[in-house]
């Protein structure tokens, strides 16, 4: 297997555009993760899925940003509208029941 | 709620020495996982060593080991024999479920191994 695949590895883009990551799990997982990474607030977690359903989006900050996973191989992470303090590494990660997570190499999104 | 702290931002050790890297974790939960992730500069979030609370003994994953003290809320890397590809961030975590639960991540030691 390839691993996760997240696209694209950097996207730069303007306040206020809309942004959307993306994420290939490992086939076969059922957990799928969403974590920001800044230098401020280090990793946290935004959301996680398990079977295509959203289990805790508490760490999602604002109404600005949601995630779907419409089938067991891809989801998506959005913000609409992008700001600067948006700007942040974001992994996708996924696990099968019972084992670690594993992470793709992150898309570092720069907003000016 | 979980904490994890990392207490060393940066550390460096010449090439094949041994150098431990600290982690304290505070949390309610008896049964629980304890992980040490490395994050080098391409980076990619690596799983390096992994702990279950309910076993006393301690996790080895050849060169990396950990020392695991359950009463004292304590989870140290040792990195034995150092190469300069272990030059990275390592960040300790904690997780309630292995693998289906959110991870509780430390703020990260930036390790330099210097040749």
């Known amino acids: 297997d390839a691993g996760v695949i997240q696209s694209p590895r950097h996207e730069v883009t303007e306040m206020g555009q809309e942004v959307t990551l993306r994420c290939k799990p490992i086939s076969g997982h059922d957990y799928l993760f969403w974590y920001r990474q800044t230098m401020m607030r280090g990793l946290e977690l935004l959301i996680y899925?398990?079977?295509?359903?959203?289990?805790?989006d508490s760490g999602m900050p604002e109404d600005r940003f949601s995630a779907k996973m419409p089938n067991a191989s891809f989801s998506t992470l959005k913000i609409q509208p992008s700001e600067p303090r948006d700007s942040a590494v974001y992994f996708c990660?996924?696990?099968?029941?019972?084992?670690?997570?594993?992470f793709g190499q992150g898309t570092r999104l720069t907003v000016v | 709620a979980q904490t994890v702290t990392q207490s060393q931002p940066e550390m460096s050790v010449q090439e094949a020495e041994t150098v431990t890297l600290s982690c304290t974790y505070d949390t309610s939960e008896n049964n629980y996982y304890l992980f040490w992730y490395k994050q080098p500069p391409s980076r990619q979030m690596i799983l390096v060593i992994r702990q279950e609370a309910y076993k006393q003994q301690n996790a080895t994953e050849n060169r990396f080991s950990v020392n695991f003290q359950k009463a004292a809320k304590s989870f140290s890397l040792k990195i034995s024999d150092s190469q300069l590809g272990d030059t990275a961030m390592y960040f300790c975590a904690f997780s309630i479920n292995f693998g289906n639960e959110k991870l509780t991540f430390g703020t990260g030691t930036r390790l330099t191994i210097i040749p």
């Open positions: 899925f398990n079977n295509n359903v959203p289990i805790d």
């Open positions: 990660a996924s696990s099968p029941i019972g084992a670690e997570a594993f």
